[in-house]
């Protein structure tokens, strides 16, 4: 069986970290079925964009193809020029896949609009059905409530012709179902890495470590500081790393100044993904602050390292959190956040780091990802 992934987030020029977990599942897949990856890149600045990358790794045959985003100041006409010059390099991308590698059995388009629409205007001409996968917050935060009537009715057409539609969470999934854009789906959680590490020990108490973009409206990392400081007025051992970059980052370093947390508070900026675990090996635990994750990652990575973890009920994390690795709060609750923090470091021992692990390697292994992807694809293509 040979299946084209078509993204419409993956690690690129402009940001090498962008969709790197769809990356991950990619190549999950690739261990399991005959696997080509077509990313479609938009790059901006003056003259033509770069040639056309190609490269073979883990069994995965990766395509990328640029076009020129299209800078004009007026919204829909921007938009129109865009679409147009994503549809021709995905059409030169498709035509170069087919040359070398032949027709694919199955198209899995990853995100809407621009990759389900592709797949389903190429399959209709083709005899290839395609799968949708989801992993968007939009559908949790309200953004794709807001958007207009035209947009809805082209999304819920789009996933009533897939042949399967899976979602990275139950929490994602079910509000898909919601929404009326499916009946149904398969759930396929992203592959946590770090699980072939070395498991590093318990770290010291009040060491905590944010990973995140520094988008305060999601991630909600101001509460993180804020609750730093409600946290050493019990303990002063309390620190805080945070990890990642982002349009608030100058707004959340005066926010550090303003608590009086300049000597406690490091922004060590977007580091490489190895980098990351790193640091989370010498944390003693991880925060996820987020008021919206469809999956959350990071939960799952510091878990991996046999970290514990203090998440927010804000979707993803719920898949992950039980009594023996973490504690669950409610979103925008600095107080709470606080408590959870002095808890945490009062009770330390009980956390340990070979259970903390053991409560996600068996579930989100890259070969377990892979496996669900293959029985997903065999039920899509009628393929044994």
Same mark, same amino acid.
């Given at each position: ?83 147009? *010059?994503?549809? *021709? ?66 999304? *819920? ?194 956390? *340990? ?32």
């Amino acid at each position: 069986m040979h299946v084209l992934f078509l993204p419409k987030w993956y690690p690129g020029q402009k940001d090498p970290q962008l969709g790197d977990f769809l990356r991950k599942q990619a190549l999950a897949a690739a261990a399991q079925v005959r696997l080509s990856i077509l990313h479609v890149e938009a790059v901006s600045g003056s003259g033509a964009p770069s040639d056309e990358a190609l490269r073979t790794e883990d069994g995965a045959w990766e395509l990328t193809v640029r076009y020129r985003a299209s800078t004009l100041g007026l919204a829909p006409v921007r938009k129109a020029v865009n679409l147009v *010059r994503y549809w *021709r390099t995905a059409s030169a991308g498709w035509r170069r896949l087919c040359a070398e590698r032949g027709r694919p059995d199955l198209i899995h388009a990853y995100i809407l609009v621009r990759p389900v629409l592709f797949a389903w205007w190429t399959g209709l001409r083709h005899g290839v059905p395609y799968i949708v996968s989801e992993q968007s917050s939009e559908y949790l935060d309200g953004t794709y409530q807001r958007k207009g009537a035209l947009f809805h009715a082209l999304s *819920r057409f789009l996933f009533s012709r897939a042949a399967a539609v899976t979602a990275v969470s139950a929490w994602l999934g079910d509000r898909l179902v919601g929404l009326g854009l499916c009946h149904r789906y398969e759930i396929v959680p992203n592959v946590i890495p770090g699980l072939d590490r070395p498991l590093p020990p318990a770290g010291e108490p009040g060491r905590f470590l944010v990973v995140a973009d520094l988008v305060d409206r999601t991630k909600n990392v101001s509460g993180v500081l804020r609750a730093l400081a409600m946290a050493r007025k019990a303990n002063g051992n309390a620190h805080l790393s945070v990890i990642g970059d982002g349009a608030d980052r100058m707004m959340l370093e005066r926010l550090t100044t303003e608590l009086g947390l300049t000597e406690h508070v490091r922004f060590l900026g977007r580091l490489a993904n190895a980098q990351v675990l790193d640091h989370m090996a010498q944390a003693f635990a991880v925060i996820v602050n987020s008021n919206v994750e469809t999956f959350s990652v990071v939960t799952g990575e510091a878990l991996a390292q046999g970290k514990p973890v203090i998440a927010t009920r804000c979707g993803g994390p719920q898949a992950f959190i039980t009594e023996s690795n973490g504690l669950l709060i409610d979103p925008r609750d600095d107080a709470g956040l606080a408590q959870a923090m002095l808890s945490l470091m009062r009770q330390a021992p009980r956390y *340990r780091p070979a259970e903390i692990r053991h409560s996600v390697s068996e579930r989100f292994s890259p070969q377990a990802v892979g496996m669900a992807f293959r029985s997903v694809y065999q039920a899509a293509t009628g393929h044994g």
